[in-house]
């Protein structure tokens, strides 16, 4: 069963984003997907500055059996990676929604979040699969 | 389609995939620590999705030696196994198999699940002329045992009667026991034995040797593991329009005896007068990332081949793959991966054998 926690929003191609306080949005990948895709062993990230418009792939999570993009919820600008996915990309997999964060963006456009789904819609496309 | 063991995969868990129409476990947690428990210990496979197939009839070796790249008449004493190409005219690969002599009008081969059909409709279109009987043994399922306490761990699980006959068995033979034909031939890199018995038999071994500490593993663990090996997966590293003289499988192909006629000589002997331009290596990815099939080879910028198969090494802890690449290749070159061209390390597979690491990955210096 997947853990697909009430307080976050999702996309149709399995992201989850937080809102924070200051008006920035951590990106992960949820719980189902790191599930599908199996053990990671590599994670590609983008640059700290980059603008990225939703739907853009911008990460790349890869698994022993398969490499997967990661497309970007919302329009923003890139302020922060999740360092720590170098050395123990496996963190997506223990912690998906914590420790396993990829990214963070800022200047977010927050009309874009408003595409988002929640997580009852959520849970709805991940049965129909 | 499902195999006999499809109720004790769901039971424990396994994550199940379709592969070439059958319902196999992908892995049952960790594709990993199957991948170790294999290296270091046993670890078990159902493998009954691969076709069984036996031939017989008073004509059946001088068949094989026209069917098979390889010369079955290498094969004199009951139980001898030999790996060879199946070739089409023009000497590129219909599949790779492994054929066991069981008696002078008795051979038994195993192919690939996903070529079962065309394989079938080949071997008896070229039956024929030799009055071959070819019987597809559906029946039976197949159980790969592999580690190095394999042999010893599977042998308590099989007819007390056939212990010293099992693990009295050399590389590549086999024997019957009972029902079961067990043969010390895998495709891990690892000793082993591999298992054919009637399929209404299977779960009960499979249960035994679960009992006996043997991990459960699936497809994703035996695909790292013999690409660990240095083993060609056909359909990716050779197929129908690639010969065995450019994917590392020259020496599967037996020209001695010159006479001898078998399917796709023609071609291959034009081939190797002419001189073959590529040739098969594995690559190791020097930095981080995950090299995957199709991605090309570059030397000083220009394209020099395409790689065939390409995973993450769970026993290098790095990304490794095998390649067809142009002969001139030197013992480094780039890899594409999305765009980026990333330093690779040119090797001789096999990357792993009995556990052991068997490139040097730690090799640095100048570019060739």
Known sequence: MSDIPGDLKYTRSHEWVRLEEDGSVTIGITHHAQGSLGELVYVEVPDVGSELSPGEACAVVESVKAASDVYAPVEGVIVEVNDALADQPELINEQPYDDGWIMRFGEVNHDTLAELIDSDAYLASIEDE | ?????????????????????????????????????VRRVAGMFDVSHMTVVDLSGIRVRDFLRHLLANDVAKLKTAGKALYTCMLNDEGCVIDDLIVYFRDDTHFRIVVNAATREKDLAWIEKHAKGYEAVVDERDDLAMVAVQGPRARELAATCLPAAGHDDVLALKPFNAVAIADYFVARTGYTGEDGFEIILPGEQAPDLWDSLA????????????????????????????????????????????????????????????????????????????????????????????????????????????????????????????????????????????????????VDIERRGERS
């Open chain 2, 211 to 358: 009992r006996a500490g043997v991990v459960t593993c699936g497809l994703g663990a035996r695909d790292t593991l013999r690409l660990e090996a240095g083993m060609n997966l056909y359909g990716q590293d050779m197929d129908e329009n690639t010969s065995p003289l450019e994917s590392g499988l020259g020496w599967t192909i037996a020209w001695e005896p010159a006479d001898r006629d078998f399917i796709g000589r023609g071609a291959l002997g034009r081939q190797k007068a002419d001189g073959v331009a590529n040739k098969f290596v594995g690559l190791v990815l020097e930095g981080r990332g995950v090299l995957r099939a199709h991605q090309k080879v570059l030397v000083d910028g220009v394209v020099v081949g395409e790689t065939t198969s390409g995973t993450f090494s769970p026993t290098l802890e790095r990304a490794i793959g095998l390649a067809r690449v142009s002969k001139t290749i030197g013992d480094r070159c780039d890899v594409d991966i999305r765009g980026r061209q990333l330093p690779v390390l040119v090797v001789k597979p096999p990357f792993v054998r009995n556990g052991e690491i068997k």
């Open chain 2, 1 to 37: 389609m499902r195999t006999p063991l499809y109720e004790q995969h769901k039971a424990a868990g396994a994550r199940l995939v379709d592969f070439a129409g059958w319902d196999m476990p992908v892995h049952y947690g960790s594709q990993i620590d199957e991948h170790h428990a």
